[in-house]
């Protein structure tokens, strides 16, 4: 599959074009931002939107846990956008594609919006944790400006990077990776993102469609 490797604290990991990072040696996918049940908040205050996003999401992972050995999916934070994300047609795409991968164990560092949404049903099985959430040389967040001893992986900010040429911009998803801390971009449709303006340390991979590459900053 289309990846970028690299290593983040002397781990070896991959980039995914899935806006997803996978550590081999433990078997992780880290996923930041999914938010699950956005359209359907959208919708419940009137606004028309897409729908199909949370089984969207569901099918990436699907693909992503059909390519890679995967045991544990990491969520970093924002797993749930909203108290009305929690409608019934939600939590029961959510539940089918659960009892598909009953043995996949699920984390959830929760993140700002968790916290007003509520924890996912119990049903799910996921084990519920409050940052930072440290394996290995790693802290797993949801706030990248969260002070730890051990390098953050994070989310929170839906980095993306704007790619210029002389008369077109291009705004695409972005993995931003620093000296003491890396920011993964939203894996959620319909979830929007910020642009970045990346120190010169900085390592930047930009997504686009199903390839992703790094990029010199300048």
Not at 24 to 32: D, G, K, S
Request: hydrophobic share 45%.
């Amino acid at each position: 599959m289309n990846a970028c490797e690299t290593e983040v604290a002397g781990e070896r990991v991959l980039l995914l074009p899935q806006k997803a990072l996978y550590w081999p040696r433990e078997r992780m996918l880290m996923v930041a931002d999914i938010h699950f049940g956005k359209a359907a908040s959208f919708r419940a205050l009137g606004v028309p939107v897409p729908r199909g996003t949370t089984n969207e999401n569901l099918s990436v992972l699907d693909g992503l846990l059909a390519r890679l050995d995967i045991a544990r999916i990491v969520f970093l934070g924002d797993f749930l956008h909203a108290k009305t994300a929690q409608a019934q047609a939600t939590v029961q795409a959510m539940l089918r594609w659960r009892e598909r991968h009953a043995e996949l164990e699920l984390l959830l560092v929760r993140g700002n919006h968790d916290w007003h949404a509520g924890d996912p049903s119990e049903l799910l099985h996921v084990t519920l944790l409050d940052e930072p959430y440290e394996q290995g040389p790693y802290a797993l967040c949801h706030h990248p400006h969260l002070e730890s001893k051990k390098f953050v992986i994070a989310g929170h900010v839906h980095p993306v990077y704007h790619l210029r040429t002389a008369r077109e911009s291009l705004r695409l998803p972005c993995f931003v990776i620093g000296a003491r801390r890396a920011i993964l971009p939203s894996f959620g449709a319909f979830t929007g993102g910020h642009a970045l303006i990346p120190h010169a340390t900085d390592q930047v991979y930009v997504v686009a469609d199903e390839l992703i590459f790094p990029i010199e900053i300048r």
